[in-house]
């Protein structure tokens, strides 16, 4: 059974349920053991030799990572599988929907490749671009929803076969 660390970081909701939908089509799919951390400041340490299989997910907003998720990038990924996700629906994942593949292309290195190249220490097996959510003001409403489950099942459904 593989056993799988998803860990996230989230300020308005969107990647925490992006990772719960990965974790349950990893669980009820292809059987792995999931260990879902939403990372805050009461986060201990991770034992990351638990896992073979590292998912990475962090929120993009003000032009950046969630800080803990990118000082997480730096931990020794050496002979595990990497993966790693953002949620940016103002800038990536808005031009991919418009099909804008030039700025998508740019936006996908700068928030993304860059990051991780920069980071983490492995290269990962599989990276992806989630839409997200912008809510108006403090109420219910939306300004933008991009936020689409499909999305990562089919991204979870990769990885899958890529760590079978
Ligand atoms: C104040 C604010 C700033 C944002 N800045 C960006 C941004 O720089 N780039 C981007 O692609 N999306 C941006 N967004 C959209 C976020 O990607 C979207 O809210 C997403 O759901 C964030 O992930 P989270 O819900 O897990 O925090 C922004 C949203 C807000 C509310």
Redesign the pocket.
Known sequence: MSKTLIV???????????SEVIAKVLKEKFNHEVELVKLSSKTENIELSNFENVIV????????W?KRVKKFLKNDFSGKKLFVF?????????ALEKGEMEKYEK?KKR?LDNVVKKNANVQPTSTAVF?????KGKTEEFS?FN?KEKDMIKWANEIGKLTS
């Open positions: 996230f970081g989230t300020r308005f909701g969107a990647t925490h349920r992006s997910g962090t929120s993009i907003a003000y032009f950046s969630t953002i949620s940016s629906a103002a800038l990536t994942y808005a936006h928030f839409g997200g959510w912008i809510r933008l936020w």
